[in-house]
């Protein structure tokens, strides 16, 4: 129905492979101890997927137990204990077990030495040792669940965690622990190979904007992620042995796990967004056809968001009992952050302006991104503003924010790289038709589950509520029915991606016209990634007529 | 309350009712702001369905080639950054007033624990879950924790400050619209985190001064109607009887208060006693004395908590419950 | 078409000369040097922020309770805390020696001077565990469990004046406790470095490994470095 596909010309000197790294060596041992990044792009995909599946699970029946006050489902009744586990799992699992690892660990891992014409990433042996950590880092979360799960809140508050809660604290915050070291390393991994292993010819300002964002995420992961291990370390011995560290009862302070939670937490939040924003340079310049608005200025935006996530955590604590100076310190500081967000999107904005913008089903992701990260960044105006904030922090507001942010930015960014790259990860074409509708399902179940949640929030509704005021009931009825629409868009995604694995491999090398190295390389590519090593010549995301270096010679 | 849609337009109905001039200067920055995000929402929302429709694929177009432009770069760099400069003083002013409470404050104290909040007056006299104030005079609430973090939050004032075990801190407001206001936990704090909530009542200064020396004008209610146990009923929900004791069998934390009086109990110390109206008040006012068996002595004293008209309504009450 | 330059072929990579330790995805061996270079400051990086983490911790909680820290730090044996600066520094020495020696591809030398470290490294743990035993007979625990002894304070019913002791002794087991793990990790290393250069595996063309363990060592003493005025200084 669409002009979409083979817009440009289609490079004919790699015709699908015979060989190509998912036939190749196809014993389970091969892929077991396979150190190809792409092998181990495929399994961290598998892995964070299988958590989307659960975390989304928990959080449509999260919001089936919000449905009517009475908690009830088909004769069931939840109780609050139940409840409280249920959004501490739903939350826990997302971050780090789902959001955290997603595109750095799948998209990244697959893409990153593609793009920059490299044969692999730094240290393959370290990138699959990385992989294991988090299959560990998985096992432990999903086993404290058999111990009696956990009820604290993703957040793992003090004293609450280290004197009240009776539930597997210890063995979730070492899960936690284990999953940062698996961070920690990929982060690592993607340094050194970004800064080493770039294609001849391919400076710094040569690389794609996507190498740049998960760089910047990178260097995120390598400087917050150890003060969250030391902090869940403290918080596992304070809870065994009480150290009066953070329980006030032995002398500590809890206000203090809070800075050091949010030291690591609020950077982890551009480990999350800075992944989303990076796919988004991708797939803009793709299908407008047009190279990208303001290179630099996107590329540097990277860099100042991380640099940003490092001094505005406080942020998080404006009536949490931080010094009053700090309070203020930290909000001026935070309103910095609009600024280099701002740039990404009119850069964005204006790189569409004249282009000739093919919507296909990534470009629609990259469209809901524009408008959801817009919502979640704006609402965030009210929260880093002082007055406003005490009021609306820790109520449902916040929740529907982040979740704008986390799920309405970076899931659909995630969603939508899925998409663009699943051909050449596959080297299938799945059902263009289908995944123009899961996208626009997805846009409008996303926005019906997280609008009524501002208004419920700024009327009053405090977060992680088991209970409710009768005057909500509309509102989170209103939710419930739109995550029923996620997660029906949800299921229809899997269902054609799954379902295009079932085909012969047909995607052409470059099916959307993209500019970037990965292109260049047959679908799905072969084990060594390029035939030849590719060599950079010009810069990227160029669209002139001539320029384009797709011609075939 | 009901909105209409225009007040869903304007962003009045995204907010609770107001009960502190506090409360409506929070307002204007909020409606400022809001404001301010439908602009800017519109200015990207439009472009970017406009350009999808405008520069919709056509075989043959050529993109022009626009790599930057410095002085748009720099526009939208500090056109935000001014607008961001102005909402930090805007929303400072507020702070401002919320971190500091005037001198001449009403100080009650209050102390949160799983899952029910305490007041102390000036005068020393105590209540759970039931804050009186009087109207136009400011209230400074002093907070501290017994057990984990909790958060006071007053929605109809605006304000909100986590209470920290082993540490004060302080919110304060003046109210100036009667009546009933809710207030909650907003700090999550275990199991029964959305039931610890109560009532702020805004009284003129005469009902404030009965109620001070009474317990409100509520009582004389029941007194005149001679309904004891209605008022015991009362005070079960509201002195947070009922977070550890049902009234329909169920056991929790505390045994039922369902089939309790007169019941023959057996109590941990190996003696047994029957549930006598002098065995319940003991209970109340020194509830380890005698526990039952089967429970833990986990029960906070209501001693100087109930009055002594409240406990004779909460044996009425549990006498009721056959 | 002007992509690929035909000199620089994938799977052309072991031909006559090449180094074994070559691998495949890096060009040149010096490429493969400097990545892993780059590696190893990442990850030290994280290990200077870990230990950030509790020396912030340590520092807040000293503004809280200052003159329990002056008083408890009397307890610990400056004499002991500066002999065992004394003997990271010199194995410090030891290892720049090392890795000086497998550049130039000196292997006794590079043996004796591993030997050399890692019994250095023995020295502190020894010296630490005679600290560690002498706390414990003090009963100056970290945790709950401090003061449990003859001293007749119970636990559960710690004083507020015993809080800081508390903390100050938890601050101090669990950052040499790391520090420790770290040295004990880094005998692990030294080991595995001794045995690969008693099979001659390092020479100027290749000792990236001696050359990265060397790096971890220095930054493990440079804690200690920080670690020693911090518990044994202060007043």
């Known amino acids: ?553 | 309350m009901e909105h209409s849609f225009i007040d869903y337009i304007t962003g009045q109905a995204m907010l609770p009712p107001r009960g502190s001039e506090f409360a409506g200067e929070v307002d204007l920055v909020f409606i400022g702001i809001y404001w301010l995000s439908i602009i800017l929402f519109l200015a990207i929302t439009i472009p970017t369905v406009y350009f999808a429709w405008r520069y919709k694929f056509k075989a043959g177009r050529v993109t022009p080639h626009q790599t930057h432009n410095t002085t748009l770069e720099i526009m939208w760099s500090v056109g935000p950054l001014i607008i961001c400069v102005g909402l930090f003083f805007w929303g400072l002013d507020g702070w401002m007033k919320y971190a500091v409470a005037p001198g001449d404050s009403m100080e009650v104290v209050v102390t949160g624990k799983q899952w029910l909040w305490q007041f102390e007056y000036p005068d020393g006299s105590r209540t759970v879950n039931d804050l009186h104030v009087p109207i136009n005079k400011p209230v400074k609430l002093t907070m501290t924790s017994e057990d984990v973090l909790h958060d006071l939050f007053v929605p109809d004032m605006r304000v909100k400050v986590d209470v920290i075990p082993g540490r004060y801190s302080m919110i304060w407001f003046t109210p100036n619209v009667l009546g009933p206001h809710t207030f909650t936990c907003a700090e999550y704090c275990g199991k029964d985190h959305s039931g610890m909530k109560g009532t702020l009542t805004v009284e003129s200064d005469a009902d404030f001064a009965k109620f001070m020396a009474t317990g409100g004008t509520e009582w004389e209610e029941y007194r005149d109607r001679n309904d004891w146990a209605g008022w015991g009923k009362l005070q079960y929900e509201r002195k947070g009887c009922n977070s550890c004791h049902s009234v329909d069998g169920t056991s929790s934390k505390g045994p039922t208060w369902k089939g309790l009086f007169s019941k023959n109990e057996s109590f941990t110390d190996g003696s047994t006693g029957i549930a006598d109206a002098k065995y319940l008040e003991q209970s109340m006012l020194q509830p380890n004395a005698k526990v039952v068996k089967g429970f833990e002595p986990i029960m906070p004293t209501f001693q100087g908590l109930l009055r002594n008209h409240e406990i004779k309504g909460l044996q009425a009450y549990i006498e009721s419950l056959k | 078409m002007s992509t690929t330059t035909p000199e620089l072929h994938t799977h052309g990579g072991h031909e006559e000369g090449h180094n074994p330790y070559h691998q495949h995805h890096f060009a040149t061996m010096e490429q493969q040097f400097d990545t892993a270079k780059i590696g190893i400051w990442s990850f030290l990086a994280t290990e200077v922020l870990m230990f950030g983490g509790l020396f912030v911790g340590y520092g807040i909680s000293q503004g809280k309770y200052p003159a329990e820290f002056v008083e408890a730090h009397a307890h610990l044996d400056w004499m002991m805390g500066a002999l065992n600066t004394i003997v990271l520094l010199v194995s410090s020495w030891t290892m720049v020696m090392a890795v000086d020696a497998a550049k130039t591809n000196q292997r006794a030398k590079l043996k004796m001077y591993l030997l050399f470290t890692i019994a250095c490294a023995f020295i502190f743990l020894i010296v630490k565990y005679f600290e560690y035993e002498h706390k414990w007979h003090e009963d100056l625990m970290p945790f709950k469990y401090y003061g449990t002894g003859e001293t007749g304070i119970r636990p559960g019913d710690l004083m507020p004046g015993s809080h800081g002791y508390a903390t100050f002794f938890s601050f101090y087991f669990m950052m040499t406790g790391l520090h420790g793990f770290h040295i004990i990790v880094g005998i692990v290393l030294l080991a595995w470095l001794y045995v690969k250069a008693g099979r001659d595996r390092f020479s100027s063309a290749y000792y990236t490994p001696v050359d990265l363990v060397g790096l971890y060592w220095h930054i493990v003493d440079m804690i200690w470095i920080y670690l020693f005025p911090l518990y044994y200084l202060i007043s």
């Not at chain 1, 310190?329 to 952050?337: D, E, G, K, Q, Y």
Request: proline share 6%.
């Open chain 1, 1 to 553: 129905m669409e002009p979409v596909l083979h817009s440009a010309p289609q490079v004919g000197h790699h015709p699908a492979p015979g060989k190509h790294y998912l036939n190749e060596n196809t014993s389970l041992w091969d892929w077991i101890t396979t150190v190809d990044h792409k092998r181990i792009g495929l399994m961290y995909l598998v892995g964070s997927l299988f958590f989307f599946m659960i975390g989304g699970l928990l959080a449509l029946l999260l919001r089936l137990v919000l449905l009517t006050p009475q908690h009830t489902l088909f004769g069931i009744t939840v109780d609050a204990e139940g409840y409280n586990r249920l959004f501490t799992l739903h939350g826990a699992i997302m971050v780090f077990l789902f959001i955290i690892p997603s595109i750095p660990g799948s998209l990244t891992n697959f893409v990153l030495p593609l793009m920059l014409g490299a044969k692999d990433v730094a240290f393959p042996k370290l990138n699959l040792a990385s992989f294991y950590i988090y299959v560990v880092g998985a096992i432990m979360a999903v086993s404290s669940i058999y111990f009696g799960a956990i009820d604290t809140g993703w957040t793992f508050y003090t004293p609450y965690s280290s004197s009240s809660s009776s539930t597997s604290v210890a063995m979730m915050t070492m899960s936690v622990f284990v999953l940062g070291f698996s961070s920690i390393l990929t982060g690592l991994n993607f340094v050194a190979t970004v800064h080493k292993l770039r294609a001849p010819g391919m400076g710094w300002f040569d690389m794609p904007l996507f190498v740049w964002g998960m760089y910047s995420t990178a260097v995120i992961q390598i400087l917050a992620t150890p003060v969250l291990a030391i902090t869940l370390v403290l918080l596992a011995i304070e809870k065994t042995f009480h150290i009066g560290i953070f329980d006030p009862k032995y002398g500590g302070d809890p206000v203090l796990f809070q800075h050091f939670f949010w030291f690591y937490s609020h950077p982890a939040v551009y480990i999350m967004i800075l992944p989303g924003m990076a796919i988004i340079s991708e797939l803009i310049p793709t299908f407008s056809k047009k190279t990208i608005f303001g290179y630099r200025a996107i590329a540097y935006s990277s860099v100042s968001l991380a640099l940003v996530s490092f001094i505005v955590w406080g942020h998080h604590m404006f009536v949490a009992g931080q010094s009053q100076l700090a309070t203020v310190v930290f909000s001026a500081l935070t309103f910095l952050v609009a600024i280099p967000s701002g740039v990404k999107v009119f850069n964005w904005l204006t790189t569409m302006y004249k282009g000739n913008i093919v919507l296909a089903s990534p470009m629609l992701y990259a469209l809901a991104f524009l408008i959801l990260f817009a919502i979640g960044g704006l609402t965030g105006i009210f929260l880093g503003t002082l007055s406003t904030d005490i009021h609306l922090t820790d109520t449902y507001f916040v929740v529907a924010h982040f979740h704008y942010v986390m799920m309405g930015s970076t899931v659909t960014a995630f969603i939508g790289g899925l998409h663009y790259w699943w051909p050449k990860m596959t080297g299938r074409m799945y059902n263009e038709k289908l995944a123009k509708i899961a996208a626009v399902l997805w846009f409008i179940g996303f926005n019906a589950t997280f609008l009524p949640q501002f208004i419920m929030g700024s009327q009053g509704m405090p977060r992680r509520y088991y209970n409710y005021l009768d005057q909500f009931q509309p509102f989170h009825a209103f939710s419930t029915f739109g995550s029923w629409i996620i997660g029906f868009s949800l299921f229809m995604t899997l269902a054609y991606l799954l379902a295009s694995l079932r085909k012969p491999c047909d995607a052409p090398d470059d099916p959307w016209g993209g500019s970037t190295l990965e292109w260049r390389t047959s679908s799905p590519p072969i084990t060594h990634n390029f035939h030849d090593q590719p060599v950079l010549e010009r810069e990227p995301y160029d669209y002139r007529p001539g320029q384009s270096g797709r011609e075939t010679h």
